[in-house]
């Protein structure tokens, strides 16, 4: 990971065990896990290793990872970020983003001779490898997740006659589905994990036969923020949840701050979003980011927190994340041969 994610920059008090303030006390909590994910750092880094192994520019299709700072920061470098591939010249080096993309995607590149690099998080492809698996095996898949999310469009490109989209516990109860008894169902892997499950026990219900993905679907980074930001909201009076607002997991983080207990919960992509009125009788705040957040931009919230007369930080920490991915193959080292 790179500097500025690591938490020692934060400058944070020594580590606390989770406890309920006193009365009055002033207090400033941040969550671990938080920010950057293996999937995110992996994302970046390949378009960080493109640009110093073909020079710039190099095209990247949406942005890389959701987040206003990562992607200006990039451009700086000379990533050139598009929409649509038609937008890339025929033959250039091309990254596809972190959400992944649709097999019709994969054509298109190919019929306009880019060079591509695949960012897609691992985990994403999963999802899409366990849509492939239930269409073969004559499955109609119900797909839960937000329309319009890169990562949604991605997956569903995988077999769109098969899949039906659900976003949210409501549409479970009236989705209509060809044969109840040939039926699977398979997530976004940035969803709230407790409104995922909710929505999943209703499918149940109206489908005994349903039939799960073999592992779980929304990723590890996703549950442990959700659950880290649980131990602290509720004895918060304020989260502030730093991320963009494109950011699916961001927007998740604050829904469970404020559902765990926390008094009041805002996403902002800078402390320049923070707003002074917040502050009106709040003794305790939370702090967290989203999976494709800096630390850099925790930093300067916290920042901003003192400045506001309250004490430095300590980080709850509820679990260590460990887990790394290969970069693609297009950019890793050559293997030496002793």
Request: charged residues 25%; aromatic residues 4%.
């Amino acid at each position: 990971m790179t500097s500025e994610q690591t938490s020692s920059s934060l400058h944070l008090a020594e580590p606390a065990e989770p406890r309920t303030p006193e009365a009055g006390e002033k207090r400033v909590v941040v969550a671990s896990p938080r920010g950057y994910c293996a999937g995110v750092d992996r994302a970046v880094v390949t378009v960080e290793k493109a640009l110093e192994r073909y020079g710039a520019p190099v095209y990247v299709r949406k942005q890389i990872v959701h987040n206003k700072h990562v992607v200006e920061t990039l451009e700086q470098r000379g990533a050139i970020f598009v929409e649509e591939l038609d937008e890339v010249p025929e033959g250039a080096h091309t990254v596809f983003s972190a959400h992944g993309v649709s097999p019709a995607v994969h054509a298109q590149a190919t019929e306009r001779n880019l060079l591509t690099i695949d960012a897609t998080c691992p985990l994403v492809t999963k999802v899409h490898t366990e849509a492939k698996r239930f269409v073969r095996s004559d499955m109609q898949i119900l797909f839960i997740g937000h329309a319009g999310h890169e990562e949604v469009e991605g997956t569903m490109g995988e077999a769109p006659d098969d899949m039906i989209l659900v976003q949210s516990p409501e549409e479970a109860r009236t989705v209509e589905v060809d044969n109840p008894d040939k039926l699977a169902w398979l997530s976004q892997t940035t969803l709230s994990v407790d409104e995922t499950m909710a929505t999943v026990e209703i499918l149940r219900e109206r489908f005994p036969n349903l039939q799960d993905p073999p592992s779980e679907d929304i990723c590890y980074a996703t549950s442990n923020r959700q659950a880290a930001i649980k131990q602290i909201a509720a004895h918060s009076d304020l989260v502030i949840v730093v991320g963009s607002a494109n950011s699916s997991n961001s927007n998740r983080l604050v829904e469970v701050a404020l559902d765990a207990g926390a008094k009041a919960s805002y996403r902002v992509d800078h402390a320049a979003e923070v707003k002074d009125e917040w502050f009106e009788g709040v003794d305790t705040i939370g702090v967290t980011s989203g999976a494709s957040v800096p630390d850099i931009l925790v930093r300067g919230v916290l920042e901003l927190l003192e400045e506001k007369g309250y004490p430095k930080a300590v980080e709850e920490q509820l679990t260590e994340e460990t887990l790394t991915f290969s970069l693609p193959r297009e950019l890793r080292a050559p293997r030496t041969i002793d």
